[in-house]
């Protein structure tokens, strides 16, 4: 197994668990969301604002994940 | 009138593909007449020709439905060539401008040759170049250009397929608002209310933008950030949309065009920020000395992360979408060349069905996404525009908290409810328990 075959499986393997991961942190942050505003409909928009900037901040690390398996391929490939 | 400019619109549309249908079939003989060329070219040369046809075709695959390139694709009826335009380092040292029609007309020059993939600096060589140039897939356009001979290329000025989406974007953009504004400007959605589709659409979204977006993030000075964030949506939505289109291009599936819109988001964070935002940026008050160190780099780093990150989740979301939706219709493809015709066929039930759902969700992204950079983009403006008044806000907050008291009763009255429902095992409100309100107070009754 040569190093561009290595680093493809690499940024495969990267990115599989980034996704696992930032869709975990993702469903754990919208369903209490969903619960709060289905209880308390008059504060969904609070609720919506911050679920989206932990939402955001939670894909930043996916994203980086993502930067890290495209620099793996196309500096190797 | 709206159903006459439709009408008109769908002939001209019509018009176009005959138009273009005849050149087409006229192009598909040469087409074949090429591949026959470089077929006995190929043969001529013997191994040099495989060579040339296997490794360094320059096939990107999948990714080159998203990738940019010096072409319009209308493949069925063939490709329409973009002009290049190169600044270049000339041999005498002095610098050069050079213009050509297309790649094709560059490469015919002689002046210019292809890269060679793999290695840095080397080029092909002419009967690669002249195999290339006769291929019938174009296999040119997919390599980085160089300089045949002495000088080289400075700058690349080329005008890419990503650019041409990025200025149909904007044309498009301002085409539809300028009409809309002229309406408003009448006194049509003022006065009365708005008429026409697009009319209706645009002012559920600004209001929607105005409400629920700059109003919450940016507080009262909203008005000032709003145009920008209109424009910033719109833009977005349209450049999203535009891919979505037969023969379409994603302007916003390019990284350079995203990192632009965070670059204007970033500069107009920065340049607003208030003497607080920069203090507590640098200088966090109410935080130990020994921590500083490590937290004000953080806190410089995270400056430059959020564009960042905005940048890149646009691009990825708007990329990956379209490698999906090609991947998906490439299953046929794929299922044909290794089971044969009849696997291949059957594939299409699976295939196609998957293709409109993601189609689908597409259609979804391509919205959300416009909505999350611009509401993003508009927390980022606000936290920098922040007055912080911390003794302001500790009294905020108590008040708050007082305000705050009747949601608190309407939990108390659900968890009240919940106590007498366990025990009784049944509703204790047996009419009309639709009503919830009414339901709390027979509810009530029997505790007291």
Known sequence: ?77 | MTTLLRRSLAVLAAGLVLAVAPAAAQSAPDSESAQQHSNAQQSSHGGEGDHAEEENTGNPGAVSHSADGNYLNFEPFGIVELPRLFLTNTAGGGIGFEAFGSSKAALKSGEYTLAHPDSAGASLTDTQVQDALASSHHDYLYFTMQKAGAGSILVDFSITRHLVAVFATALLLVILALGVARRYKRGLGREEAPRGTWQNMVEVMIVFMRDEVAKPALGRHYKSYLPYLLTVFFFILIGNLLGLLPWGITATSNIMVTGTLALFTFLITQFSGTAEYWKHTLNPPGVPWFVKPFLVPAEIIGLFTKPLALAFRLFGNMMSGHIVLISMIGLIFIFTAQFGVGIGTGSIIVSVPLTIFMYGIKLAVSFIQAYIFVILSALFIGLAIEEHEDQHDEVDETEAVEAGSRPHDDIDGFMDRSEHFGPQGKRMVSGDGETAPAGQTAISQPAG
């Open chain 1, 1 to 77: 197994m040569n190093a561009a075959a290595l680093a493809y499986l690499g940024a495969g393997i990267g990115i599989a668990g980034a996704a696992l991961g930032a869709g975990i942190g993702i469903g754990n942050l919208a369903a209490p969301a969903m619960e709060g505003t289905a209880r308390q409909p008059e504060a969904a928009n609070d609720i919506r604002t911050s679920m989206i900037i932990s939402a955001a901040l939670i894909e930043g690390v996916a994203i980086i994940a993502e930067i890290v398996a495209i620099l793996l391929v196309f500096t190797t490939g």
